[in-house]
């Protein structure tokens, strides 16, 4: 099957935040404690990538459901800035051959799309590090009012008048095969990403690796 519009979800699909998420958390619910005089539980890694790929405010919610709205998001807010500057810095680990694969994916006609739950600045830090944020198609992020989920991310790119039978969604989590599901475009699963054992059962394409997606444009 060859596609026309690949739909790429960020963490765990062409780069991971695995290596720096714990500092990153550590530093920006530090920072809260001491700005704020409260005493929170830092969660430990394993607890913060079962969340990752989940959107921002319910990673929050699961996080801390006993702090208020304004203080979750203050932290995330915080941690957004600390992560972006350090995936400005290079930090973090890119899949190997991703600008490479979304090159060629381009040179065979076929468009690159961006379905994401994180935030726009944190898309494009690392989108713009692997120099391919100018190949990315109409991008649509996550605003918290219409746009609430991966899902809605794709159905805007069909309402924009694109096939759900073009699209492939690219990703490694439940949420990722959801939004493909909530549109009934095919999903190719990033085996190689964040999900835990027993997590992702349905898929029409697996990858182990990311460069195997440029045999389906």
């Not at 600045?121 to 690392?126: F, G, K, S, W």
């Not at 690796?209 to 440029?214: G, I, N």
Request: net charge negative.
């Amino acid at each position: 099957m060859k596609y026309q519009f690949f739909a790429l979800d960020i963490d765990g699909t062409i780069f991971s935040s695995e290596e720096i998420i714990y500092p990153v958390y550590k530093e920006a619910i530090e920072k809260f404690c001491s700005e704020r005089g409260v005493q929170l539980d830092i969660p430990n890694r394993e607890r913060i990538m079962l969340e990752i790929g989940k959107p921002v405010k319910k990673i929050f919610e699961n996080l801390f459901p006993d702090l208020a709205e304004e203080s979750r998001d203050a932290i995330s807010d915080s941690i957004l800035g600390v992560l972006c500057a350090n995936i400005d810095a290079g930090n973090g680990h890119y899949y190997e051959d991703v600008t490479k694969t979304i090159e060629t994916i381009r040179a065979r006609g076929a468009k690159i799309l961006v379905a994401s739950n994180g935030r726009k600045p944190y898309i494009e830090a690392i989108l713009r590090y692997l120099k391919v944020l100018d190949y990315v198609e109409n991008p649509v992020y996550i605003d918290g009012e219409k746009i609430l989920t991966k899902g809605d991310i794709l159905k805007s790119y069909v309402a924009s008048g694109i096939s759900p039978r073009d699209i492939v969604m690219v990703g490694d989590r439940l949420s990722d095969l959801e939004a493909a599901q909530a549109i009934q475009c095919d999903f190719a699963w990033c085996a190689y990403g964040h999900a835990p054992p027993g997590e992702i059962t349905e898929y029409a394409i697996k990858l182990d690796r990311f460069s195997d997606l440029a045999g389906y444009a």
